[in-house]
């Protein structure tokens, strides 16, 4: 997946003026709006980069009202692959290589003075600062690159505006720092974009706003995934736009590790960034960026294994969570705890992509109790409305909508009272608080004007029928009840 504006000119704003930026005022669930220049070359929307500082802030007044959109011209789902890697260690999504090679082409297409490749080469690139932790991965993207493109010769290299090996050291530095991944409307990692204006927003731990891909474009031939930033909370004037650059559920030390090797973070800024009190511990799962980092070898412990065979041998990675999330949480791991969310998660998801078609009534009541858990986990981590937190409730109360296959009737109330999932009505009706719950989530994190983006669609969708099925259900019990003779008292 690849993306690029055709042009991205952020311009320090001499028309506007920091005045301007002032009245901008956000809400969360606002869809933060770009209107290409190309498809509408006087769009008074921007993002407006401070002159002063590299940072992002809103343009104008405008933009309280309408919202920025983020389309990807040139977008194109791409399933991941590692095929280009030399060692399944350093699996590296071929489509990575795919969109620096497309980064290329329209680059040599375009020229090196063209607004395009200009603000390409805008986009921050550490070659001079490269940690030595990282050369694996920049030598081995230079060899693929170099490979994908066929070029044998420095001549051949010069028709890309690239004059020495240090400017392919470059490219690939601003593509590792500057790159995000394409997702889904439920968030499955499907590709890599490149978008120099949502480039230029900082990281933090606890981002006001998320990169997510709601909906796909209108047109049908396309059906490009479209990129948008989304509000997450009120964000005044003067504040920065901050989206999370790492998928953790990690450790701070994790984390702090994660950013420095792939984005370069130096202490002082980063400490920053990773010392901030805040009410939450300081988990920010929804990556857009590290799409390429995540391809480095781990030490395989149980949880790092279980992981790394997820989509290799998913009976294995099944088996190895189930087993290890009960030995983590009788040790007295909190569902939000590293490593017991992330494995829980993934349980879940594997629970749910085996379940047998139609479920049996276990396999149903497994997946629910999984979901149950990764919810609970992300909810004490995670912030209202975040966008992973709306579409892990959304499953759950989907898989709760689900009509039982074999109910199972407690023995007495105490065990009913009990009894998780519930069953019967009590759990038509918990599907429905859930999926209502979802829905609120998902509007913040996918956008009001997306209506929460497809789940969030989906989700009402399902929340009607529900409302029908338990309006018929209680209108069933109504009718019996008036049915039955009531006790005649006793004549005296
Ligand atoms: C995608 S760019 C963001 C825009 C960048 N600041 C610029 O001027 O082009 C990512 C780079 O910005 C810097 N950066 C972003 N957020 C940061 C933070 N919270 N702490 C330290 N450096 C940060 C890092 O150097 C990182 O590699």
């Given at each position: 997946m690849y993306s690029l504006?055709?042009?991205?000119?952020?311009?320090?704003?001499?028309?506007?003026?920091?005045g301007l930026w002032s009245r901008a005022r956000y809400k969360a669930g606002d869809v933060l709006r770009v209107l290409l220049e190309l498809l509408w070359?006087?769009?008074?929307w921007r993002l407006k980069r401070c002159p002063a500082c590299r940072v992002v802030r809103y343009c104008n007044s405008q933009c309280q009202n309408k919202d920025w959109l983020f389309t990807n011209a040139n977008a194109r789902p791409f399933k991941t692959g590692?095929?280009?890697?030399?060692?399944p260690d350093l699996g590296l999504p071929s489509d990575a290589v795919r969109c620096l090679g497309r980064l290329m082409w329209i680059r040599q297409k375009k020229g090196p003075d063209s607004t395009w490749t200009k603000a390409i080469d805008a986009m921050q690139s550490h070659r001079a600062s490269l940690q030595s932790s990282s050369y694996e991965l920049h030598t081995h993207l230079s060899h693929a690159l170099v490979r994908y493109l066929g070029v044998s010769s420095p001549e051949q290299l010069s028709?890309?505006?690239?004059?020495?090996a240090r400017d392919v050291v470059d490219i690939i530095s601003r593509f590792i720092t500057n790159s995000f991944a394409v997702t889904t409307p439920t968030l499955a990692p499907i590709g890599v974009s490149v978008s120099p204006v949502v480039a230029l927003i900082n990281h933090s731990c606890e981002p006001n706003a998320v990169v997510v891909f709601p909906r796909t474009s209108e047109t049908p031939s396309t059906k490009e995934p479209l990129m948008q930033v989304i509000a997450l909370r009120h964000i005044g004037a003067d504040e920065q736009l901050l989206t999370s650059y790492v998928d953790t559920t990690l450790p701070k030390d994790l984390r702090q590790k994660s950013l420095k090797e792939t984005?370069?973070?130096?202490?002082p800024f980063a400490s920053y960034a990773l010392t901030l009190q805040s009410s939450?511990?300081?988990?920010?799962?929804?990556?857009?960026?590290?799409?390429?980092?995540?391809a480095r070898s781990h030490k395989k412990k149980p949880s790092d294994k279980a992981t790394a065979l997820q989509f290799k041998d998913s009976a294995i990675s099944k088996r190895l969570t189930t087993n290890l999330i009960p030995i983590l949480t009788s040790s007295?791991?909190?569902?939000?705890s590293h490593p017991l969310l992330a494995l829980t998660r993934l349980h879940q998801s594997l629970l749910i992509d085996s379940l047998p078609s139609p479920p049996t009534q276990n396999s149903l009541e497994d997946a629910i109790r999984a979901t149950t858990r990764s919810s609970t986990g992300l909810s004490s981590v995670l912030h209202h409305g975040h966008p992973v937190r709306g579409i892990t409730l959304a499953e759950l109360g989907k898989l709760l909508a689900v009509d039982e296959p074999s109910p199972h009737q407690p023995s007495n109330p105490a065990e009913a009272a009990l009894m998780?999932?519930?069953?019967g009505p009590k759990r038509l009706k918990l599907a429905l608080d859930t999926l209502l719950s979802a829905r609120n989530e998902l509007l913040v994190g996918f956008g009001t004007k997306n209506d929460g983006g497809q789940v969030g669609k989906d989700v009402r969708e399902s929340i009607v029928a529900l409302e029908k099925e338990l309006g018929v259900w209680k209108h069933g019990v109504k009718n019996v009840l008036e049915d039955t003779p009531r006790d005649v008292p006793p004549k005296s």
């Open positions: 504006p055709p042009t991205i000119d952020v311009r320090a704003s001499t028309d506007t003026g920091r070359p006087s769009s008074p590692r095929k280009a890697a030399p060692s028709e890309f505006g690239f004059n020495s984005y370069n973070f130096g202490l939450i511990p300081r988990i920010c799962l929804l990556s857009q960026k590290r799409v390429v980092g995540h007295g791991l909190t569902p939000s998780y999932p519930p069953s």
